[in-house]
């Protein structure tokens, strides 16, 4: 469909009576997601403190506000077909949103439309269960660690009691670069009143619990196609392969139970190829100079080696702006992400 036939046929909806902030039950939310939550963020746009744009019987668009500025968190969670929709109602209630985490046809739809700049945050990389091994050079690292972790005893197990949990995490927070809360927004909180379909794998030394990852669903027509790492912890004190050594037992478990997919989730600032038309040149260059001398912020540079072994399918995500240094907006995300 053109783009102009495309506006045509959303005239005549633009104002939807029923469509809105909290329109949707949650029952009726949780049916949205599970039907249309094919983003590695659906699951952790029900986290506490979010708003919704709800359009009966087509989706919602999950937002939070700092400072009065709005800011989207991930794709529309609709049919793909209905983003233009999706967008057009949101865009005309919230004109000067900031779009965070979105993929390209929300970007180019954005841009063409609302001539909205999109600029790429980082890249997305998703495994393909049927066809992935543990062979190949990029993947000695993960190799090695797990020789590592079977020579010192680590086991793994799934269970959803709390085994350390909290112990673990702060104890892990203290050696992070951002040390004072967990970061929010980008990553749903460790505790979710809203916990369907989480999985939740532990490593185990001498009994004692010492690292685990919470495994969020992703979901297409009432089916899990995927699972999403979005809370990993681990020991201060152990240095080698945790991380790996879960994953790679739960990516075991997921492909048994004929998951097809695993989703790494996002790697902030990880460029891929040339530049796009409609990005910001200016905030590009900007935070390609955040990757490099940016790390007393967050370690891009290792959350980028480390998931980049596993060797997926990469796939870019951008961030949606309507000024070319969008300073004031970065600021404003940051300390809702409690990341400043």
Not at 10 to 24: Q, V
Not at 193 to 203: D, G, I, P, Q, T
Not at 293 to 304: H, I, R
């Amino acid at each position: 469909m053109s783009q102009s036939s495309l506006v045509l046929d959303l005239s005549s909806t633009l104002d939807l009576p029923n469509s809105g902030i909290g329109k949707f039950s949650f029952a009726e939310r949780v049916q949205m997601l599970k039907q249309h939550g094919i983003h590695s963020q659906a699951f952790s746009t029900l986290q506490p403190n979010m708003e919704f744009f709800d359009v009966p019987g087509v989706g919602y668009i999950a937002f939070m506000r700092q400072w009065s500025q709005i800011f989207v968190l991930a794709d529309p969670v609709s049919a793909p077909e209905q983003f233009a929709l999706m967008l057009e109602l949101f865009n005309k209630r919230f004109p000067n949103a900031v779009y965070l985490q979105v993929t390209k046809p929300v970007a180019t739809y954005l841009n063409e439309r609302h001539n909205f700049y999109g600029t790429q945050l980082g890249s997305e990389i998703r495994i393909d269960l049927a066809k992935w091994s543990l062979s190949g050079k990029k993947k000695q690292v993960i190799r090695t660690a797990l020789n590592q972790s079977e020579k010192q005893g680590i086991t793994v197990q799934e269970r959803y009691s709390d085994d350390h949990t909290r112990e673990i995490s702060d104890a892990w927070i203290k050696t992070r670069k951002c040390k004072k809360k967990e970061i929010r927004f980008f990553i749903r909180p460790m505790q979710m009143e809203y916990k369907e379909n989480e999985r939740h794998f532990y490593a185990y030394q001498d009994g004692k619990a010492v690292g685990f990852v919470y495994f969020d669903p992703i979901y297409k027509n009432n089916e899990i196609i995927s699972y999403v790492p979005n809370i990993s912890r681990a020991c201060a004190d152990f240095k080698q392969g945790i991380f790996y050594t879960l994953i790679v037992h739960a990516m075991e478990q997921f492909k048994a139970e004929g998951v097809p997919f695993l989703d790494l989730g996002l790697v902030p600032l990880m460029f891929d190829g040339p530049d796009e038309p409609q990005e910001s040149k200016l905030l590009k260059k900007a935070l390609r100079l955040t990757y490099e001398k940016g790390s007393f912020l967050y370690n891009f540079k290792g959350l980028e080696f480390t998931k980049s072994r596993f060797r997926g399918d990469v796939h870019r995500i951008y961030t949606c702006h309507r000024r070319g240094i969008p300073a004031l907006e970065f600021l404003t995300v940051f300390k809702l992400a409690r990341l400043i």
